[in-house]
């Protein structure tokens, strides 16, 4: 059983920056894909980016490309959201994800962490 916890989340004003953290533990993680995805009030969970544990080849979805950058820290066994430029249409509860292909949508992660509210203000 892999377990995640997210942390960083918090309030920031439109332009500002946010980093966000997520540390992994149990079963054999670094066999899977890290991602994080987001969910606002009222819409489905949204892809942000993922990024593969042994590579580091990441993707990003399009709302967040040039802004928000994903990274990994295999000797804490972390991943990272360095979120930039943040609009109010960024505020949502970030999730972080682990699954065993690393895809752009929610059914191709198999654990998830509690999530960690951002919230940008205009």
């Known amino acids: 059983q892999v377990h995640l916890v997210e942390s960083g989340g918090g309030s920031v004003q439109a332009g500002g920056s946010l980093s966000l953290s997520c540390v992994v533990s149990g079963g054999t993680f670094r066999n899977y894909a890290m991602a994080w995805f987001r969910q606002a009030a009222g819409k489905e969970r949204e892809f942000i980016a993922s990024i593969n544990w042994s590579t580091g080849l990441a993707f990003y979805g399009d709302p967040v490309k040039g802004r928000f950058i994903i990274a990994r820290d295999i000797a804490k066994n972390e991943v990272y959201l360095e979120m930039a430029d943040l609009t109010p249409e960024d505020t949502a509860i970030y999730y972080c994800?682990?699954?065993?292909?690393?895809?752009?949508?929610?059914?191709?992660?198999?654990?998830w962490g509690q999530g960690t509210q951002v919230t940008v203000s205009s």
């Open positions: 994800g682990a699954g065993g292909r690393q895809g752009f949508v929610e059914k191709d992660y198999t654990f």
